[in-house]
Nanobody
Framework: QVQLVESGGGLVQAGGSLRLSCAAS????????MGWFRQAPGKEREFVAA????????YYADSVKGRFAISRDSAKNSVYLQMNSLKPDDTAVYYC??????????????????????WGQGTQVTVSS
């Protein structure tokens, strides 16, 4: 019953910025963590960033540290990804994910796809050179 909807993707030149949003809904929605993954054509879906709802701790992939920032709005059950200094290598479909069962929290692992049980439809981010 959990639904995740991403928005904010688009086309941007290298060095530019985009802000992605993910809104979660559901009558009994709750999550231990929410995060962002991305998948480029021909590549595996990879971890980008996550935030723990329990502790507030934030995790980033090394490739985006210093450029991307994840944040949350607990009242709106939303998570955001501010992307700055974008590179062509950032081009991918970006997916929002949520962990409703606590796998991330109890395993203390926030970067594995298997820890997340709910996924959005994805939003395309294209960075031109």
């Amino acid at each position: 019953q959990v639904q995740l909807v991403e928005s904010g993707g688009g086309l941007v030149q290298a060095g530019g910025s985009l802000r992605l949003s993910c809104a979660a809904s559901g009558r009994t929605f709750s999550a231990y963590a929410m995060g962002w993954f991305r998948q480029a054509p021909g590549k595996e879906r990879e971890f980008v960033a996550a935030i723990s709802w329990n502790t507030g701790r934030i995790y980033y992939a090394d490739s985006v540290k210093g450029r991307f920032a994840i944040s949350r709005d607990s009242a709106k059950n939303s998570v955001y990804l501010q992307m700055n200094s974008l590179k062509p290598d950032d081009t991918a479909v970006y997916y929002c994910a949520a962990d409703p069962l606590g796998k991330t929290y109890y395993s203390n692992t926030y970067s594995q796809r298997s820890a997340y049980g709910a996924w959005g439809q994805g939003t395309q981010v294209t960075v031109s050179s």
